[in-house]
């Protein structure tokens, strides 16, 4: 069936129209399934195309060159773990989801070694396996570094590019320098909580005009760019913190 339906048209028009969190290519063959996974990384954010068996998802993959790929096992044509098996021998590690029907296909896919970042059984929550791409994403972007892409829930900065997106489907939020600093040295350790002198101390070195009234108004400016997917807690007494991801 490689004629073009509209869900395909539909496809087409995220991989190249609006700005996204990467593309993900889904190979799946039972379309309410395909639709639910669609709908959910649409929604996320990323960019998805869809292919319903194992030959075309293959050639999709190799022509497209997506982030991830979500792979379902059960696929006609070529089966999920073939299609893993022949990107791999041609050296392409791209990361792979592989969505199993039963408990029994995990030891399979796991035993294999094919390089399966990450696997989720039917039934699964679309919000889980949203959460499972972003982390399979998360860890293929290497080793931590400084120029390593930081997500704290819907908030994503890239401190290489200092480019800053929020919310879902993300945006791009224009931070000032300071702005930026500040939220990337708060989102490099979540979990943990900085006082207004620590944080001037760190991220303005020791030179900030006004004293540590200048990080609540910075604090304040990023809330107002971020809106609702403002990952930044005050604590009250202590200052401030971004919680784990
Ligand atoms: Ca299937």
Redesign the pocket.
């Known amino acids: 069936m490689p004629t073009p339906d509209r869900a395909d048209a539909a496809d087409s028009a995220d991989v190249s129209g609006r700005a996204v969190r990467g593309l993900v290519v889904v190979v799946?063959?039972?379309i309410a399934i395909a639709d639910i996974i669609r709908l959910n990384l649409a929604k996320a954010g990323y960019g998805v195309h869809v292919e319903r068996d194992g030959t075309a998802g293959l050639a999709a993959i190799r022509s497209l060159k997506p982030a991830a790929v979500i792979l379902?096992v059960?696929?006609p044509g070529l089966d999920g773990v073939e299609v893993c098996r022949r990107l791999r021998s041609t050296d392409d590690w791209t990361p792979v989801l592989f969505v199993t029907?039963r408990d029994d296909e995990v030891d399979r896919i796991v035993g294999l070694e094919l390089g399966a970042d990450d696997y989720v059984t039917k039934p699964f929550s679309p919000r889980e396996l949203v959460a499972r791409v972003t982390s399979v994403l998360r860890r293929s972007r290497g080793t931590p570094g400084a120029d390593q892409s930081l997500v704290v829930g819907d908030v994503r900065l890239e401190p290489g590019a200092r480019r800053a997106f929020a919310g879902a489907p993300e945006y791009e939020v224009e931070l000032t320098a300071t702005e930026f600093d500040l939220l990337a040295y708060l989102m490099r350790r979540p979990g943990r909580v900085f006082s207004r002198e620590q944080l001037i101390s760190e991220v303005w070195g020791y030179s900030a005009v006004g004293g540590v009234r200048t990080v609540d108004v910075h604090i304040a400016q990023v809330r107002a760019k971020l809106g609702d997917a403002s990952p930044i807690r005050t604590v009250r007494g202590v200052g401030y913190a971004v919680d784990r991801p």
């Open positions: 799946e063959d039972e379902d059960g696929l029907a």
